[in-house]
T-cell receptor, first 115, second 110 residues
Framework: EPEVTQTPSHQVTQMGQEVILRCVPISNHLYFYWYRQILGQKVEFLVS????????KSEIFDDQFSVERPDGSNFTLKIRSTKLEDSAMYFC?????????????FGSGTRLTVV | QKEVEQNSGPLSVPEGAIASLNCTYSDRGSQSFFWYRQYSGKSPELIMSIYSNGDKEDGRFTAQLNKASQYVSLLIRDSQPSDSATYLCAVNMYGQNFVFGPGTRLSVLP
């Protein structure tokens, strides 16, 4: 079964540092997403991406965050100047359906710990 | 504010019983509804999707949707200990993204 691959599985970083979380979506999917889940809390939407552009973003996705598809396979989330409250599981997801009706396939996640 | 609410649980059922999980949503115009299962420390895994009023069955799982009541549920028949997980209701309220509920933790007791 096709998978969404995320690396690293766990990232520890010092407050104020920049981190890049990487994702390889399913190869024939065109719609990509980042969600996050703070420990014990809801899964929250960050951003959706299609055709090399951000389609939608939430209030969480402020100037500290950016996304990029640097090549034909990778999809990255950059967090600049990390804060303690950025500690969370970050999930990448992809979909072949522009309406989202088919549901997403989530990657296994990156646990970000900001110390 | 677009909200999805679920019974917080935990919900405990004996092995072999039916587990019933409920979800309500705030946006009457929502069109697509999903149930995800999430084991502790893992990513959400899609179990069921439903778009039309009524029931949709897939193996031991049945999703039920009532758009007039803004209510969606998941029934798990013949519950197994391996079904013990947190079940997330997700609603596609606008655009492509989903609003997730807080999840209901299910414990199936052997």
């Amino acid at each position: 079964e096709p998978e969404v691959t995320q690396t690293p599985s766990h990232q520890v970083t010092q407050m104020g540092q920049e981190v890049i979380l990487r994702c390889v979506p399913i190869s024939n999917h065109l719609y990509f997403y980042w969600y996050r889940q703070i420990l014990g809390q809801k899964v929250e939407f960050l951003v959706s991406f299609y055709n090399n552009e951000i389609s939608e973003k939430s209030e969480i996705f402020d100037d500290q965050f950016s996304v990029e598809r640097p090549d034909g396979s990778n999809f990255t989330l950059k967090i600049r100047s990390t804060k303690l409250e950025d500690s969370a599981m970050y999930f990448c997801a992809s979909s072949g359906d522009p309406t989202g009706k088919g549901g997403y396939t989530f990657g296994s996640g990156t646990r970000l710990t900001v110390v | 504010q677009k909200e999805v609410e679920q019974n917080s649980g935990p919900l405990s059922v004996p092995e072999g019983a039916i587990a019933s999980l409920n979800c309500t949503y705030s946006d009457r115009g929502s069109q697509s509804f999903f149930w995800y299962r999430q084991y502790s420390g893992k990513s959400p895994e899609l179990i069921m999707s439903i778009y039309s009023n009524g029931d949709k069955e897939d193996g031991r799982f049945t999703a039920q949707l009532n758009k007039a009541s803004q209510y969606v549920s998941l029934l798990i028949r013949d519950s197994q200990p391996s079904d013990s997980a947190t079940y997330l209701c997700a609603v596609n309220m606008y655009g492509q993204n989903f609003v997730f509920g807080p999840g209901t933790r299910l414990s199936v007791l052997p």
